[in-house]
């Protein structure tokens, strides 16, 4: 594992994607009418937001859970953005804003979805907090490319093909290093069907400035190693610190644990 968790330092905790205008719509899924009977009354409304890297899938067993705890989950789905095209990032901002009903909503995202967060918040005036799960913060003003090392960005460069596309997030490691985080076979399967192909001017694409997001308080859990420094980042400015001796994808194989975690940050929050 120590080999994947390096490599995750040096790319997944780059991962700052950025904000733009708004633009098209893309399905939200709501994960609540049949699994809430039974529940408990609602007390939360949380937006889960996946990575623009992978699907969102990867939230599904966390949603389910946090609503079987009592509250109201959306799950925007960003992926419909990576096919119409430019601008990427202003319509996965657009796409959360639109899953925010009207009421109190706080906003969890996981990887590189933390940056989408402060976008999305500075265009909400109902947001009671944001959640950051193993995920990048906000860096207004430089793309993803300008945060990561050069040699890095001249390799993503050099990989993406003659039109500028990357290949799926899996296909960024071998075969035996996902299999480390995802050891479940069935899961791992359905994990790569649901990630897309990448652009690499999405990466390129810069942070615009989102002050207003700061107006609500901020927790940060830490699933890996890779994510340290955003952590401690995080605990530096006198947020709600979680961290737990996992891995990136815990979400889909430790959801439990990342549902116990969400819950002890979510009451932080309310305090």
């Given at each position: 594992m120590e080999g994947i968790e390096w490599r995750l330092e040096r790319v997944l905790s780059a991962l700052q994607l950025s904000d733009a205008k708004p633009a098209a719509e893309s399905p939200i899924t709501d994960v609540n009418s049949e699994h809430s009977r039974g529940a408990l009354p609602v007390n939360r409304s949380l937006v889960l937001v996946h990575s623009p890297l992978v699907g969102p899938d990867t939230w599904n067993l966390v949603a389910h859970s946090m609503v079987g705890h009592g509250n109201h989950v959306s799950l925007p789905d960003l992926t419909d953005s990576i096919?119409?095209?430019?601008?990427?990032?202003a319509r996965q901002v657009q796409v959360i804003v639109e899953s925010v009903e009207d009421r109190p909503?706080?906003?969890?995202?996981?990887?590189?979805?933390g940056p989408l967060l402060a976008?999305?918040?500075?265009?909400?005036?109902?947001?009671?907090?944001?959640?950051?799960?193993?995920?990048?913060?906000?860096?207004p003003g430089n793309s993803w490319m300008e945060t990561i090392p050069?040699?890095?960005?001249?390799?993503?460069?050099?990989?993406?093909?003659?039109?500028?596309w990357l290949p799926p997030w899996p296909e960024w490691w071998s075969s035996d290093e996902l299999a480390e985080?995802?050891?479940?076979?069935?899961?791992?399967?359905?994990?790569?069907?649901?990630?897309?192909?990448?652009?690499?001017?999405m990466f390129e694409e810069v942070h615009s400035?989102?002050?207003?997001?700061?107006?609500?308080?901020?927790?940060?859990?830490?699933?890996?190693?890779?994510y340290q420094?955003?952590?401690?980042?995080?605990?530096a400015l006198g947020w709600p610190v979680a961290e737990l001796e996992s891995h990136h994808l815990a979400l889909l194989t430790d959801p439990d644990v990342v549902v116990g975690s969400l819950i002890k940050l979510l009451g932080q929050l309310d305090e």
């Open positions: 096919t119409a095209g430019p601008p990427y990032l909503v706080i906003l969890v995202g996981h990887s590189g979805a976008s999305a918040g500075s265009s909400l005036d109902n947001v009671r907090g944001y959640i950051f799960v193993d995920a990048g913060l906000p860096t050069e040699e890095l960005a001249a390799h993503l460069r050099d990989t993406a093909d003659a039109e500028g985080l995802l050891p479940d076979p069935l899961l791992r399967a359905r994990f790569v069907e649901n990630c897309p192909r990448l652009p690499l001017s400035d989102a002050p207003r997001w700061r107006h609500a308080p901020a927790a940060y859990l830490r699933l890996s190693a890779a420094s955003q952590a401690d980042e995080a605990r």
